[in-house]
Nanobody, 112 residues
Framework: QLQLVESGGGLVQPGGSLRLSCIAT????????IAWFRRAPGKEREGISC????????YYADSVKGRFTISRDNAKNMVYLQMDNLKPEDTGVYYC?????WGQGTQVTVSS
């Protein structure tokens, strides 16, 4: 059974950077499209980035395009989200997703 565990969240000042990690166990991630979602306070969960398993094509929501980078290391069964130039509106709980499997989330807070 596939399981996902996120890490790397924290408190960062506006303009700062964080790198989130998602480690998968139980199944090779190269079988899956992997996505990052986030839930901002008081808002619905939204998809922000995706890495397609077939050719590693990446997709980004307009709100993060040019600032976030998704990558995957299939050998390590890990997915990353590099987040640069963070803004207060990036605050939220970030989730890793593969098909019907979700991680528990990691909190990102952008505040001065």
């Amino acid at each position: 059974q596939l399981q996902l565990v996120e890490s790397g969240g924290g408190l960062v000042q506006p303009g700062g950077s964080l790198r989130l990690s998602c480690i998968a166990t139980g199944y090779p991630i190269n079988f899956y499209n992997i996505a990052w979602f986030r839930r901002a306070p008081g808002k619905e969960r939204e998809g922000i980035s995706c890495s397609r398993n077939s050719d590693s094509t990446t997709y980004y929501a307009d709100s993060v395009k040019g600032r976030f980078t998704i990558s995957r290391d299939n050998a390590k069964n890990m997915v990353y989200l590099q987040m640069d130039n963070l803004k207060p509106e990036d605050t939220g709980v970030y989730y890793c997703n593969a098909y019907a499997t979700w991680g528990q989330g990691t909190q990102v807070t952008v505040s001065s």
